[in-house]
């Protein structure tokens, strides 16, 4: 071990090669708790995000159903915005806490060179821990950067692999805390909590070498000050300022949709956005033509037929719901159309465990289950009519599912069928 | 007991068990779904990222950053009038690299009927107001002649 420490290699291994005066326990532990917290709510939300999508009923599991963890609960039917919400802040709480993971790994990076590299077993395997770690919150902030902007630069599944990552990053990061713990709290009550973010630049020294745990954070040979602590984490704060003026807009949608100045959900053309056109979804225009299509219903009590006349003759009802997408952005509009109770009481299934609708569209979550909570909401339509004209084909024409605080992509398009099960 | 795991292993026995369970529950989610194809392709990112990160990036930011501590106007030191606008700019291209570029165009064109909204022009003017904002608050220090910056111009190292 001794021969080792001697043949320390050049460059940034080197004692004294990290000058700056700022890194220390305590701006790591600072940085640190505004990034768990941020990465608590991106992670549980989306945890959340997958429960929505209750993988347990017939064609919605994404992830195979063998490979996944058991589901706790079921998705409530309401709130409306529930989705929206719950997904909103995963993508935009997650786009925050880039900077203060760029920060926090800028705070940390002399330990990347710390020699020798293993002092014992017990550093080997928290090494180990800690490259899960970084690896794991990089992969999944990088697959969601990546997803929510639709650029599929990955060969694999971005769903199995997102969720997967999330499951390492978690272990991980519960073990990093338990293991930093005390090292936080020495940091903090040394430099007396949040004394530090007062200081002025003149007055910013080094942190005392004694208030880390373990050696190589405060530097051996400090340069002066040329930033405050407080201005470290502003720096962090004023990034995950800029990255949310370029997507909130399309999160909350309305007129502010205009300000995201970078998100990839603007207004296209004069309607209102989505995820897939009529185009790319190669269903053949016939159809969808009123001569052809047919709502096949079945139940309990049998298969009735219904053409958009007998839907449109049936009492419409009109609600104002959004549609809330898993990659961050919800629009909210008008919609008309039948509620989902009257159709499943035509077929004898009011009271249905679950219906499963079947798109025209050949596609992943093109047959999907929405719960007997949104089938007996009243709330929940077969709209067919959007802002008070039929809908348009990229908008589902002839008859799409409309239901309150689920995802965006179990709201259906092109629906053709619809079953309600006992 | 204790003592002996301190000597042999180097920590507590709360970290051994907690490391052990962490680990075990990573490396299940990672088998469950490792995937030959995938995991080349993850693994490739990862080693690429790496090299890209300590060979390139890091060099090339200390060496930008140790020329930036050194830049004063009429005195005053401008360091962090020049590091928060470019480090602003870096990350929103980092970030929004698809969109910017329009890597993402044909499938955001094909799949959701987005046509190219200038996305582009958005962000040089966003990054263009970052960098006039940065300058205009230096021109105020200047005026009032408020120096934040410590030590002598010789002195200051970055990294």
Redesign the interface.
């Known amino acids: 071990m001794r021969a080792l420490t001697d043949r320390r290699p050049p460059g ?1 291994f080197r004692e004294g ?4 005066p700022l890194r220390g326990p305590w701006l790591t532990t600072a940085i640190g708790i505004v990034l768990l917290a941020g990465m608590v709510v991106t992670a549980a939300t989306g945890f959340l995000s997958h429960l929505a999508y209750e993988p347990d009923l017939r064609g919605n599991a994404i992830i195979p159903a063998d ?1 996944d963890l058991p589901t706790p609960f079921g998705w409530p039917s309401s709130p409306a915005y529930l989705y929206a919400i719950t997904q909103g802040l995963h993508v935009n709480v997650g ?1 925050a806490t ?2 203060f993971l ?1 920060a926090k790994l800028w705070s940390v ?1 002399p330990r990347l060179f710390t020699w020798p590299p293993a ?5 080997a ?2 090494r ?2 800690i490259a ?1 770690l970084v ?2 919150s ?2 999944e902030l ?1 697959t969601g ?2 997803n929510m ?8 599944n971005f769903v ?2 997102h969720y ?1 990552g999330a ?2 990053f978690v ?2 990061l ?2 990093h805390l ?2 930093k713990l005390p090292t936080m709290r020495r940091a903090w009550r040394a430099q007396r909590g949040l004394a530090p973010l007062r200081e ?3 007055d ?1 020294r080094p942190e005392p070498p004694e208030a880390q745990l373990e050696p190589g954070l405060v530097p051996a040979a400090p ?5 405050t602590r407080r ?1 470290v984490l502003l ?1 962090a704060g ?2 995950s300022a ?2 949310l ?2 997507t909130l807009g399309q999160t909350v949608g309305g007129p502010l949709r205009a300000t995201a ?6 207004e ?2 004069t309607d209102f ?5 009529f ?2 979804s190669r269903i053949d225009p016939r159809a969808v033509s009123d001569a052809v299509w047919r709502l096949e219903l079945r139940g309990p009590s049998g298969t009735r037929r219904l053409t958009r006349a007998d839907l449109l003759a049936m009492q419409q009802h009109d609600e104002t719901l959004p549609i809330a997408c898993v990659e961050g952005w919800t629009t909210t509009q008008d919609w008309s159309g039948v509620r989902l109770r009257d159709l499943a009481a035509l077929v004898g299934g009011e009271d249905a465990d679950a219906v499963y609708v079947v798109s025209l569209q050949d596609a992943i979550l093109g047959e999907t289950s929405l719960s007997g909570d949104t089938v007996r909401e009243q709330r929940s339509l077969l709209a067919l009519r959007v802002n008070g004209r039929d809908l348009p084909p ?1 908008h589902g024409y002839p008859a799409r599912i409309m239901a309150p605080a689920i995802p965006g992509v179990h709201q259906t398009k092109w629906v053709g069928r619809l079953e309600f099960r006992a | 007991m204790r003592a002996l795991l301190r000597r ?4 507590s026995p ?3 068990v ?2 052990a ?3 075990a ?2 490396g ?3 088998l ?2 490792v ?1 030959v ?2 995991a080349s ?2 693994a490739a ?2 080693v690429g ?1 790496l090299v890209l990160h300590d060979l390139l990036v ?1 060099p090339a930011y200390s060496l930008l950053d140790r020329a930036a ?1 050194r830049l004063r106007v009429a005195g005053v ?1 401008a ?2 009038h020049v ?2 606008p470019a ?2 700019t870096l ?2 291209l980092l ?6 570029t329009g ?2 165009d044909g ?2 064109r ?6 190219d ?1 200038g ?1 582009l022009a ?2 040089l003017l ?1 990054v263009a107001g ?1 960098w006039l904002v940065s300058a205009v608050a230096l021109a105020v220090r200047v005026a009032r002649r408020e120096d ?4 002598s111009p010789a ?5």
Not at chain 1, 17 to 20: D, K, L, Q, T
Not at chain 1, 261 to 266: F, Q
Request: glycine letters at 10%.
């Open positions: 940034p090669f990290w000058r700056s490979l786009l880039i900077p760029l990076i002092r014992s077993p017990a550093h395997v928290e180990g821990s899960l690896g794991s990089l992969f990088a950067v990546a902007q639709l650029w599929y630069v990955f060969d694999f199995v692999a997967y499951v390492v272990a991980s519960a073990v338990v293991v002025r630049l003149a910013t340069a002066p000050p040329t930033m201005g720096f004023a990034g800029t990255l003026a370029g100045l970078l998100a990839p959900r603007r296209t053309g956005p989505v995820n897939k056109t185009r790319a990229d | 042999g292993y180097g920590a709360v970290h051994l907690a490391h369970l962490a680990l529950l990573a299940w989610a990672i469950k779904v995937d194809r995938a392709n993850i990112w990862f990222a890091l501590v030191a360091v962090n590091r928060v480090g602003l990350l929103t970030v929004f690299w698809p969109q910017i890597a993402n499938d955001l094909y799949v959701s009927g987005v046509e909204d996305v958005r962000w966003l970052l934040l910056g410590g030590g002195d200051q190292h970055g990294a």
